[in-house]
C-alpha cells in the first residue's frame, strides 16, 4: 500500500493535530467553569458555546490566534462573568440555600455508569479534586461579586497573568483578587483535619446518626456548628441552616424516622470524605462535611435532585 504524501496530506496531518489540541483543552476548561459557577451543568453549557465560538471562525481567522488555548481561557472566563452576572438574579429567586453541586470521585462516577464505559467521558469524571473545589471553598467563593471571582479564579487558582484576564485593566483585576482573597480569609475555616482524621468522625457521625444515638450525634457536632440544606423547592427540606449541635443533631434523628428503609454510605464528596444517602438505590442526599478538632463545624447537604444526577446509579 502507498503511504499518502504531498501538501494535501500535509494539512490534513495538520488539521487533525490542530483539532487534537482544540479539544485537549476541554478538560482544563470544565475545570475552570465549574469553579467559577459551582455548577456541572453551567460548566458544560460554558464549554459548548467557547468551542462553538472558536468553529464560527474562519481558519483564517483561527490561524491569526497565537495561542488557542489562551483564546479559549479568555473566552470561557468571559463567559462565565456573564454567567454569574445572570445567576446571581435566578438564585434570588431560588427556593431556600443554594449550595454548589457536589462531585463524587472518579472510582464512583463509574461505579454508576453503564454500556460498557462507551459513552464519551462525562464532566464530572474531568474535575480535578483538589483544595479548589472542597465545598467550604465553593462556598466562599459564592459571596464573591461575579468579577472578584473570575479575577480570583484564573488569577490564583489557574494562575493566569491579570495582563490576560479580559474586560478589566491588569490594575483592576489585581485589585479585585485582592478583594477576593480577604473574602477568603474573613470566611476560612478552622484548618480542616486531616483526610484521615475527617474520615474517622464522618465515619463516628454515620454510625450515631444510624443507631439514632443523639447524644453521640451532639458529642460529635461543635456546640455552633451550621447544617445548611438545598432542596430547590423540589423536595422537602428546612429552607433556613439548623444552628447549634443538639438543633442538628435532633433534626437528623427527626429525618431518620420519617425515612425508614435509607442506606447511609461513605463516599468522598468534593474530594473530601462525605455522605451519601440513598432509597431505593436513588441517591436522595449528598453531604459535605466540614471538620476541625475532632468535630463537624458545617454540614452542607444537597438534596435538589438536579444537582444529583452524577451519583445515582445508572
Known sequence: MNTPSGPGHHESTQDTQDLSAIVGERRRLINLGYRMLGSLAEAEDV????????????????????SPGAWLTKVAGRICLDVLGSARARRERYVGAWIPEPLPDRGEWFAGRTGGGCEPADPADQITLDESVNMAFLVILESMTPAERVAFVLHDVFRYPFAEIVGRTPAACRQLATSARRRIGAGRPPAAAPAAGQASVVRHFKEAWESRDIEALVGLLDPDAVMTADGGGMVGTVLRPVEGGRSIAQYLI????????????ERKVNGRPGLVARHTGIAVTVAAFEVADGRVGRIWAVRNPEKLRAWTEG
Open 47 to 66: 464549554v459548548q458555546e467557547t468551542y462553538t465560538r472558536w468553529y464560527a471562525m474562519s481558519r483564517e481567522q483561527q490561524d491569526a490566534i497565537e
Open 254 to 265: 427527626h429525618i431518620a424516622d420519617k425515612a425508614p428503609g435509607l442506606e447511609l454510605l
